[in-house]
């Protein structure tokens, strides 16, 4: 029978969450995520428990490894919208149409309003290829060095590593090689504007 940090982390581990992720969603910082499951707190709140298995669609008896079973609940996925696609590249008119649908972990779908990209263009591989679909999580801003979605101009959408600095931020491609970084001022941000519009979680790849 597992204990409480032995199932929270395999949970964490299946559903391809971080520390981080859990922490945001429980308001809470990141060692105490370390800390619950390396079994240094042994006794988690009540209201601590019943997040995690709403957040998990598990029993909180699953989570405190009292159910009898080892086995790992079925969770019910969540569709989400493909809304067109973005561009890798220079960025391009928005898409809003629905062309299809991806379906993510209910784990995953309690962070925040998630939806999908269909990706064009070269700039972000080898990571990130044409035809790949990214999942974002809608947010108006990232921390330096995550991957956003950045809308330029109010209606031009491109998928880039952000780096932020104290006179702007630099939007970046992988293939440098290729796209050269594109560095937009604190007053360029705000006239264009330059606005994140989601941070990309997952990367699904064609085959």
């Known amino acids: 029978m597992m204990e409480f940090g032995?199932?929270?982390?395999?949970?964490?581990?299946?559903?391809?969450?971080?520390?981080?992720?859990?922490?945001?969603?429980?308001?809470?910082?990141?060692?105490?995520?370390?800390?619950?499951?390396?079994?240094?707190i042994k006794n988690p709140r009540r209201s601590t428990i019943l997040k995690l298995a709403k957040m998990f669609n598990v029993s909180p008896a699953y989570l405190l490894g009292i159910d009898g079973s080892n086995a790992?609940?079925?969770?019910?996925?969540?569709?989400?919208?493909?809304?067109?696609?973005?561009?890798?590249?220079?960025?391009?008119?928005?898409?809003?149409?629905?062309?299809?649908?991806?379906?993510?972990?209910?784990?995953?779908?309690?962070?925040?309003?998630?939806?999908?990209?269909r990706v064009e263009e070269h700039s972000m591989e080898p990571r990130i290829c044409e035809g790949d679909v990214v999942i974002v999580r809608k947010q108006p801003d990232v921390e330096s060095g995550d991957i956003?979605?950045?809308l330029v101009g109010g209606s031009r959408a491109t998928v880039k590593r952000v780096k932020k600095t104290e006179d702007g931020i630099t939007l970046i491609a992988n293939n440098v090689d290729v796209y050269a970084p594109h560095?937009?001022?604190?007053?360029?941000?705000?006239?264009l504007p330059v606005q994140v519009i989601g941070k990309v979680v997952e990367l699904r790849g064609k085959l």
């Open 148 to 150: 956003a979605i950045v």
């Open 183 to 191: 560095f937009y001022t604190n007053r360029e941000i705000r006239e």
């Open 6 to 40: 032995e199932c929270l982390r395999r949970l964490r581990l299946q559903n391809n969450m971080t520390l981080d992720d859990i922490a945001k969603y429980l308001g809470v910082q990141r060692p105490a995520i370390y800390k619950y499951e390396h079994g240094l």
């Open 72 to 117: 790992t609940p079925t969770q019910t996925a969540v569709k989400i919208p493909v809304l067109g696609t973005v561009v890798a590249g220079i960025p391009m008119e928005t898409v809003e149409n629905i062309i299809g649908y991806e379906e993510v972990a209910q784990a995953m779908a309690a962070q925040g309003e998630l939806f999908a990209l």
